[in-house]
């Protein structure tokens, strides 16, 4: 079998991935919690709550294998799930207080996994491979047919058609979702984007700062209250703030207002030219019909 090896390789670094988390946990004296539970308690611990249909979503597993598994973490006292209030309709699932103590057990889990990574690869050859895994598992059609975008309709000589899609990457995505990660989406290669929806009254259950990106947080929509290095300030739809990558931050939605966001993560310090240094007018590039 060709690329026999790719799956069994892929499947080996799974395999020690998942001694390392059971280590971790076992260290930490966690019962009750298993490898597959990792990825939804890791979300929970970023965004603080998210739809059962989310979930299912961002963990590729359909969504009767996260009703099992999250009855499991229900059981074992870490998560709660509430009727969703936004639409009425799903179940909402956050973490209790013994779901949110697990912070420090996966910071130090998640700081075990990236060494196993980092001891043998540099960050350009991890990230690639991160690219590559990724790009396996996307549907063997995205490049050939992305969502049809409204340049798109109007292109119509074969050629241009060819030579535009190999330059672009295309996703559609559902802006009140808790939160939607654009970087493996859209295999960006300078920034990461999310966008996020805290339901009113919900907090990011921890506070963090950066290694090395400075975050740009834009209120799309909403109210609520950023807390940075000790201060807290009001925001709302239109505020955007910078943050510096040693700079610990939260942010909570208002009690009367969900809070809607865009953040922006780039490594600090890394941008070159930009608008008129960097943008370029070849004055025989092809054109689009209105112009
Ligand atoms: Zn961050």
Redesign the pocket.
């Known amino acids: 079998m060709r690329y026999r090896q790719l799956f069994s390789y892929a499947s080996r670094l799974r395999t020690l991935g998942n001694e390392i988390i059971l280590a971790g946990l076992r260290r930490h004296g966690v019962v009750g919690i298993v490898p597959s539970h990792g990825d939804i308690l890791h979300i929970l611990l970023h965004d603080g709550s998210c739809t059962m249909s989310e979930l299912a979503r961002r963990i590729g597993r359909t969504r009767s294998t996260v009703t099992a598994l999250v009855r499991k973490l229900e059981q074992a006292g870490y998560v709660q799930q509430l009727t969703d209030t936004s639409d009425g309709r799903g179940r909402r699932v956050l973490l209790t207080p013994q779901g949110r103590a697990l912070q420090p057990v996966f910071a130090q889990i998640s700081a075990d996994l990236a060494a196993l990574v980092s001891r043998r690869l540099t960050d350009d050859e991890a990230a690639q491979l991160e690219r590559l895994l990724a790009k396996c598992l996307q549907s063997p059609d995205a490049d050939e047919a992305p969502q049809p975008s409204p340049a798109a309709a109007h292109t119509t000589s074969p050629t241009q058609r060819r030579v535009s899609m190999s330059n672009y990457r295309t996703a559609h995505i559902d802006l009140q979702a808790s939160r939607t990660e654009l970087h493996d989406l859209l295999q960006l290669t300078g920034c990461e984007v999310s966008c996020n929806t805290l339901p009113k009254g919900a907090s990011i259950p921890f506070v963090?700062a950066?290694k090395h990106n400075e975050?740009l947080y834009i209120i799309l929509d909403g109210a609520g209250t950023l807390f940075v290095d000790g201060q807290e300030m009001p925001i709302s739809k239109g505020d955007c703030i910078r943050i510096d990558p040693a700079g610990m931050r939260c942010l909570c939605a208002s009690p009367e207002q969900a809070l809607h966001y865009l953040?922006i993560?780039t490594k600090a310090g890394s941008l070159e030219g930009y608008t008129m240094t960097d943008g370029l007018m070849p004055a025989d590039a092809a054109k689009p019909s209105w112009l």
């Open positions: 963090h950066h975050e953040c993560q």
